[in-house]
């Protein structure tokens, strides 16, 4: 076993909310050394870290590892899954250097959904019946000839755009002429998975995974659509929380036995070791958990409700992660709820407003009585050369409370979201409501 360097010079890749949340718990290591962040990361972020000078693009890779060589950098953490698409990994992996996140060969599970879904056959892996196809003739037939619901799913990267919840066969058709026909996505839709859709509540289970110790995170539940009720088109995430009780410790176990050791044992049998963050998505169905999907990253809002809650020192862990020695790991939980809200500008999720300066961080900070506390995460902003910040994309702020119960925690991080302004700043109120129904309904529990 390697002990991590102590201080641990870290390169973080990525530029949101996620990252920022990552970074928060970076900086409290004692083991932390310089933290490194992207030129253009957000402002959250430039208060935490350095400006990295070297170029992250991919096709300058050979840059950035002569500077990470020459900064003594120890650990370069991944957040986001296009770098790992790339092989990020692979490429920065050096003796004395640990990269946190798959190699390319596992990150296959998120950007290739038919390869996920072969992997998912072959282990014996509870998900939804499905097929992925390469024409455009063979799917249609394959809907056509179901009398089920299906969902169509682009197989490559979409940034969350890529799935179709479908009706009816004319829908799914449509789907497949858009993603096949029109390419609407490009490449990632050359190929398509066609798959029955389920119905049930949705979570969230993470795990760090370092090729053969597999520690599960306390599950979350993130809220996609844009509006309350869970409404209107998709969006990358309005808000999450963990832990949520829809997934119940014998659900967690049977993620963790069912889902997650025999993916990994899958993988390492075809010679792929996983190291890194496992993320399946889980529909709770009446016949037991199903895969939805995998990611084999950090969930973006979930990071934002797990790194407030996480006891333990995340540059240990995640050094450890990333060379093979997680059994050991210190890692608990914070008995307390945290429930995050992102604040969204005008537009999102199309095109949004951007430019326009914040006001109220530090007043929505304060808002935490005694024994809770408020974070407010950085996704979407950036910082001004007069010191100020304003709004750089769709999700500008995500805003955590973290508190004694899931409607205290709601509460505190709707009531806090109130108080950042800028021009048409919006966000959800009811992140939670399916387990904390509005007063006079009954909640709706796992189906
Ligand atoms: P994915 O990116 O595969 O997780 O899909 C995005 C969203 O589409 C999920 O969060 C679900 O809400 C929905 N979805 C995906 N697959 C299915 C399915 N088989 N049945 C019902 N809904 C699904
Ligand atoms: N919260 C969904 C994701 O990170 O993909």
New binding site residues.
């Given amino acids: 076993m390697t002990a991590v360097p102590s201080p641990c010079n870290v390169l973080l890749v990525g530029s949101g909310g996620r990252e920022h949340a990552l970074a928060w718990k970076l900086s409290q290591s004692p083991r932390l050394g310089t933290l490194w962040v992207q030129q253009d990361a957000n402002a959250g972020l430039r208060a935490l870290g350095r400006p990295c000078p070297a170029p992250l693009a991919a096709r300058e890779r050979f840059f950035l590892r002569s500077w990470l060589d020459r900064n003594d950098i120890h650990l370069v953490v991944v957040g986001p899954e296009v770098p790992l698409a790339e092989g990020i990994v692979d490429e920065l992996e050096a003796p004395g250097r640990r990269v946190f996140g798959p190699r390319r060969d596992g990150a296959r599970l998120e950007f290739d959904?038919a390869f996920s879904k072969q992997v998912m056959k072959q282990a014996n892996v509870p998900t939804?019946d499905g097929r992925a196809f390469t024409t455009f003739e063979q799917a249609r037939a394959y809907v056509q000839a179901r009398d089920v619901p299906v969902?169509v799913?682009a197989s490559g990267l979409c940034a969350?755009k890529g799935?179709t919840?479908c009706s009816d066969g004319a829908e799914a058709v449509a789907a497949l002429e858009k993603m096949m026909k029109q390419r609407a996505f490009g490449d990632a839709g050359a190929t398509v998975v066609v798959?029955?859709?389920?119905?049930g509540q949705?979570v969230s289970v993470l795990a760090l995974v370092d090729g053969r110790t597999i520690t599960v995170l306390d599950p979350c539940q993130d809220h996609?659509q844009v509006g309350e009720g869970d409404t209107g088109p998709?969006t990358g995430g309005m808000g999450s929380y963990c832990p949520t009780p829809l997934a119940t410790p014998a659900v967690v176990e049977s993620v963790a036995r069912d889902v997650l050791v025999p993916t990994v044992d899958a993988l390492r049998r075809d010679g792929i070791e996983f190291r890194g963050v496992l993320y399946a998505?889980m529909?709770l169905t009446p016949g037991g958990p199903k895969v939805?999907?995998f990611n084999t990253r950090f969930g973006d809002p979930e990071t934002q409700s797990i790194m407030p809650r996480l006891r333990g020192d995340l540059v240990d862990i995640l050094w450890r992660t990333a060379g093979g020695e997680l059994d050991g790991a210190a890692i608990d939980f914070d008995p307390r709820t945290a429930c995050c809200v992102a604040v969204c500008a005008e537009g999102y999720p199309g095109t949004p407003r951007t430019g326009d300066p914040i006001e109220g961080i530090e007043a929505a900070a304060a808002c935490a009585g005694p024994g809770e506390e408020v974070h407010v995460f950085h996704a979407g902003t950036a910082l001004r050369d007069d010191g100020s910040v304003v709004t750089a994309g769709g999700r500008v702020l995500g805003v955590t409370a973290l508190a004694a119960d899931l409607r205290r925690a709601r509460d505190l991080a709707t009531a806090a979201a109130a108080r950042i302004r800028f021009p048409g700043a919006f966000f959800r109120r009811d992140i939670g409501h399916r387990v904390l129904a509005p007063a006079g309904t009954v909640p709706v529990l796992a189906d």
């Fill in positions: 959904k939804a969902v799913k969350g799935v919840v798959e029955e859709r389920l119905v949705e996609k998709n998505g529909m939805l999907e």
